[in-house]
């Protein structure tokens, strides 16, 4: 099963818990829907991408100590340099940016996912730092607390480690 299947289905699973929720009389209704709703959100936390802290330790054993050519050959050129007084280089690639804009009834909401890759590299252009910025997949509660993954993740295909 896929990432995208696996979400489908936890969106499923939290949207059935909302409908019993809004259906359940009784007095064991309540609770039996705090049950449930823990489980789905469990399912949806064990995540279909992998987290930022996943990326930044896949990325950093693949690329520290590298050349910073082999990060514009798996990125392209980069978003910006910047040369330090140490006579080190900062890099940052932004890989994807998207602006989600939610409108109803003449008022919007407007909210942009994005990725970077930032490194630091030596004077002879040895990569000795990385991390990312990113946003969390998702909005809302999924953003909050990270359900899907991070962006980073998803953009390079990285899936959570087992």
């Not at 209704?29 to 949806?44: W, Y």
């Not at 006579?87 to 909210?111: E, K």
């Not at 969390?136 to 909050?144: F, I, Q, R």
């Amino acid at each position: 099963m896929d990432a995208a299947q696996r979400s489908k289905i936890a969106i499923r699973a939290l949207a059935r818990a909302f409908w019993l929720r809004k259906t359940a009389y009784g007095s064991g209704g309540q609770s039996k829907m705090r049950i449930l709703g823990i489980v789905v959100l469990g399912a949806a936390l064990a995540g279909c991408a992998a987290s930022r802290q996943e990326v930044v330790a896949r990325l950093g054993d693949q690329f520290i100590g590298k050349n910073v050519d082999s990060l514009v050959v798996q990125f392209g050129p980069p978003t910006s340099t910047f040369k330090m007084n140490s006579g080190q280089s900062s890099y940052v690639w932004q890989l994807t940016s998207v602006t989600d804009i939610d409108v109803d009834r003449g008022y919007g909401t407007a909210s942009t996912r994005f990725c970077k890759v930032s490194i630091i590299a030596s004077p002879v252009g040895i990569v000795t730092q990385l991390d990312t910025e990113d946003s969390n997949a998702g909005g809302g509660l999924y953003a909050a607390v990270g359900a899907f993954g991070s962006i980073c993740a998803r953009r390079l295909g990285m899936k959570p480690q087992t």
